[in-house]
């Protein structure tokens, strides 16, 4: 009975932690709005930072889905920063002049450089070699779903070479689809274990 409870116990904590959704980055992405100039892109930390060098805009694909409530804890370090430091939403890789510069700047959120494009509330990083966390209520700004997320190191200086080291948590669980194991599935897992337990006792 006890190991029962326990089964029981560890499912309910699996359910409430699995609503946390952190981002992957090791799968491929897209040059976004051609603005791919030159540097590095890459996956860090077993997929779970994005670190980006030189001068460069790219896209991973998704559906996000953004709710009133969707908050995104968002990790940053840069050694060296550039004219534009953020992320965004698009439902495409093409960077429009009207809908996405004039009209889309709710959906793009600056975190450092010394340029100024979209939400400013988080322009706030200035200490390079400092890792500092960002808690961005991107529901209070826009909600939809979107297929892409966006990211930005922008450096169109000729031999500097910005660089940027992103990782990102949301706390709604809808936020993009992930690959793990249903709840189902897992509870059967667990009670067969159980059971093997108990037999290999007799």
């Known amino acids: ?29 897209s040059d976004y709005g ?12 077993g997929g779970a930072s994005l670190t980006m ?9 998704g559906p996000f889905v953004i709710e009133q409530d969707t908050v995104l804890e ?3 370090f840069s050694s060296l920063l550039g004219e534009l430091h953020g992320f965004g939403f698009d439902d495409d890789v093409i960077f429009d002049s009207q809908d996405d510069y004039r009209n889309g700047t709710n959906r793009y959120f ?16 200035q200490t390079v070699n400092t890792i500092e966390t960002f808690f961005v209520n991107v529901g209070s ?7 892409y997320i966006v990211f930005i190191n922008d450096q169109d ?20 689809s992930v690959s793990e194991p249903g709840i189902l599935s897992i509870l059967l897992s667990s009670l067969m274990i159980l059971f093997a337990s108990r037999r290999l006792k007799r």
């Open 110 to 125: 600056q975190l450092a450089g010394s340029q100024t494009f979209g939400v400013q509330d988080f322009n706030t990083y």
């Open 74 to 76: 968002v990790t940053f």
């Open 141 to 147: 700004f826009v909600t939809g779903t979107f297929n």
């Open 1 to 29: 009975m006890t190991k029962l409870i326990a089964v029981f116990i560890s499912l309910f904590a699996f359910s409430v932690n699995a609503a946390v959704i952190s981002l992957d980055f090791s799968s491929s992405f």
């Open 53 to 61: 060098n030189g001068n460069n805009w790219v896209a991973f694909e």
């Open 157 to 176: 200086v000729e031999g500097v070479n910005a660089n940027s080291v992103y990782s990102i948590t949301a706390s709604n669980g809808n936020f993009t």
């Open 34 to 45: 051609n603005q791919f100039e030159n540097g590095q892109v890459e996956a860090s930390n």
